[in-house]
């Protein structure tokens, strides 16, 4: 360093600054990513003195101290990170992760701006990153172990209990996971959508309809279940079903399975519990009240008019819809054949939450107040 200029020093400080930051999300990301966390002093230790680098670059380049400080303040070890026993990846599923990406992209943006050609990491620095990397590597395949493990154990076990005719226990479940002790955290998309399927089964019912969550059906080899359904007191010759989406990645495939849906549960429900076969289905597409959500609606008004304004076919019926669980409001959209129904104001009205970690998060709050 003592025969570098004042140019090369920040060129060479700007490349090992965004080394270490891709270094600690690198950690972050091994640490929380796929179906479980695995503790690890180890990685715990590195995570540690990466921050502490990235500490002396941020007083160095003063525009990394706010993002750093954000990721330092989510998860200030990978052991207070997962301290909440129920939910650890809380702080990773709501801004974690894009306080991670904040942080490279700043630090890729110093780089970007200091960055000499000439600029390499010393023989001693090289060695670092190396040690950091087999740390994180050793991490991933770890966990790829114990992952493997647990599905090879839980196939023993599903095999006992096929070739025994005694039923599978509660001891005999959970020995499928007994050689190891994951952190196995459901996904935030099965939070927020049982969140929103028990809100809506208790607002359909406060309405005065016998709603029943998960409602299974198998015909003709189409299985599948419904979120939400129930079977008219009044009426047996009526049947709704709702689907509830947090989010939706394939509108197409989400629309078609409704189709499905619409036409077979009804019937094989019914046949199963000796029921008359209702003549009527209504298939209710319940979107939560998210800004993605009705940003999708406004960029495919086109497909959901055609979906949603048509008539009765074949004895089924399709709404569309918009639900909050917060304040229980569960309001039709109603689209008609010039788009009326889908404008712009309206969609905007119902952009309640910005997105669904949002949504999660203000609904658990609020369930813990009344706990």
């Known amino acids: 360093m003592a025969d570098m200029s004042q140019a090369e020093i920040r060129s060479h400080n700007a490349l090992m600054m965004r080394a270490i930051v891709e270094r600690v999300a690198a950690v972050l990301e ?30 160095f380049y003063p525009r990394l101290k706010d993002p750093l400080d954000e990721v330092v303040a989510l998860f200030p070890n990978l052991y207070e990170a997962t301290a909440d026993t129920e939910f650890p990846d809380e702080n990773w599923e709501f801004g974690g992760q894009q306080a991670v990406q904040r942080l490279k992209g700043r630090a890729s943006e110093i780089h970007v701006q200091e960055m000499s050609s000439t600029a390499e990491p010393s023989a001693d620095e090289k060695r670092f990153l190396t040690l950091v990397d087999e740390s994180i590597k050793r991490h991933s395949e770890e966990k790829a172990r ?4 647990m599905e090879a154990r839980v196939q023993e076990v599903a095999q006992a209990n096929t070739s025994s005719s005694t039923p599978t226990t509660e001891s005999a479940s959970r020995s499928a996971a ?8 459901k996904p935030l998309h099965d939070r927020a959508h049982a969140a929103c399927v028990e809100e809506l089964v208790s607002k359909l019912r406060t309405d005065g309809f016998n709603a029943q969550p998960e409602g299974t059906y198998s015909r003709y080899g189409e299985r599948g279940s419904v979120d939400v359904f129930f079977l008219s007191d009044d009426d047996p010759s009526f049947c709704a079903i709702y689907e509830m989406w947090t989010e939706i990645d394939n509108l197409n495939e989400a629309l078609r399975k409704l189709d499905e849906k619409s036409r077979i549960f009804a019937t094989a429900y019914c046949e199963q519990a000796g029921m008359k076969r209702p003549t009527l289905t209504r298939a209710h597409f319940v979107l939560l009240a998210t800004k993605p959500n009705m940003d999708l609606i406004g960029a495919h008004k086109e497909t959901f008019t055609a979906k949603f304004a048509g008539q009765m076919t074949g004895g089924r019926r399709f709404v569309l819809q918009v639900f909050d669980p917060l304040s229980g409001d569960l309001h039709d959209l109603s689209p008609t054949p010039n788009n009326t129904g889908l404008g712009k104001e309206s969609l905007r009205k119902w952009a309640r939450f910005a997105n669904k970690a949002v949504f999660y998060k203000a609904w658990r709050s609020r369930k813990q107040e009344k706990e």
């Open 30 to 59: 091994t640490f929380f990513g796929g179906y479980m966390m695995v503790e690890s002093a180890d990685l715990n230790t590195v995570y540690l003195i990466l921050l502490k680098d990235a500490a002396k670059f941020a007083e």
């Open 146 to 149: 114990i992952w493997k493990r």
């Open 178 to 185: 007994a050689t190891v002790a994951p952190i196995t955290p």
